[in-house]
């Protein structure tokens, strides 16, 4: 899923070249997307802890193109257009190429 996401990223128009993950783990969650996203050139930011407290305008602040939705529950409180940056979620991302894999 992680994987899939960064591609989306890589994918969005227009590029996306910095990005955030929102999580209760912000910081875990960060490295993981690193991993993935640093390959394709995109910048993965990480909160600090005071940061936490507002990850989303603080990531926006840092100048993220981009926030992921990287806990399941998020998707439940934060859609697209909630903020002034594209809203990524990890899970419907893996839906749609599930679909696409199924159809092809």
Do not use: F, K, N
Not at 6 to 19: I, K, M
Not at 30 to 43: A, F, G, V
Not at 75 to 92: A, M, Y
Request: charged share 10%; hydrophobic share 45%.
């Amino acid at each position: 899923m992680i994987s899939l996401t960064a591609q989306a990223l890589s994918e969005h128009q227009p590029p996306v070249v910095r990005a955030g993950p929102l999580a209760s783990g912000a910081i875990y969650a960060s490295e993981l997307y690193q991993q993935h996203c640093t390959p394709l050139r995109i910048e993965i930011l990480t909160p600090d802890q005071a940061g936490q407290q507002a990850v989303a305008g603080e990531l926006v602040v840092q100048g993220a193109q981009a926030a992921i939705l990287a806990c399941t529950e998020l998707p439940l409180v934060l859609r697209q257009g909630d903020l002034p940056v594209p809203v990524i979620d990890p899970t419907q991302v893996l839906a749609q190429a599930v679909v696409e894999w199924v159809w092809t």
